[in-house]
Every structure is written in structure tokens, then in C-alpha cells.
């Protein structure tokens, strides 16, 4: 019992978002702007920064959807298991 009461302080005085809703702000209508909506793999390989952190970390396009391609198939084999 003490373990669960010590470990829910550290919860709240460490992460103290964890378990609440997001803020909203109001008026924002930014792409991307709420919690909880994601881009598209292409918006995401598209992007120049992506592009420019994908060179620098030596990774090719190819190889990064083979590898997102592998880890779905991976994904829907253990969800029909």
C-alpha cells in the first residue's frame, strides 16, 4: 500500500500531465494542432526536416518504409494470432 501511495507522488510531482486531458486552446486551427491527430507517413517523408534528419542519421527512404512495412505486417500477424 505504501509502495502504491509513493509511487502515485512520484506520478504527480514528476509527470504531472499523466492521466489528465490535454489543454485545448481555442481558435487554433493549425494542422497538427490537438492531441491525438497524425499526420500521413507521406506528409512525414516529405517534410524537409525530416529529409534533412533521415541524411544526417544515414537512413534511406527505402529502407524506412521496408522497415514501417515489416513492423505492420509484424503488428497485424499478432493481433489475428
Not at 509513493?6 to 481558435?27: D, K, L, T
Not at 493549425?30 to 537512413?59: H, N, S, W
Amino acid at each position: 500500500m505504501l509502495e502504491a501511495c509513493v509511487h502515485q507522488v512520484a506520478i504527480e510531482q514528476y509527470m504531472p500531465f499523466v492521466g489528465r486531458e490535454p489543454r485545448r486552446s481555442a481558435g487554433r486551427h493549425e494542422p497538427y494542432a490537438e492531441a491525438g491527430i497524425e499526420p500521413r507517413l507521406e506528409d512525414l517523408l516529405g517534410d524537409p526536416l525530416t529529409l534533412l534528419l533521415m541524411q544526417r542519421d544515414g537512413v534511406s527512404d527505402t529502407s524506412l518504409r521496408q522497415l514501417i512495412g515489416a513492423a505492420k505486417e509484424h503488428l497485424r500477424a499478432r493481433c489475428t494470432a
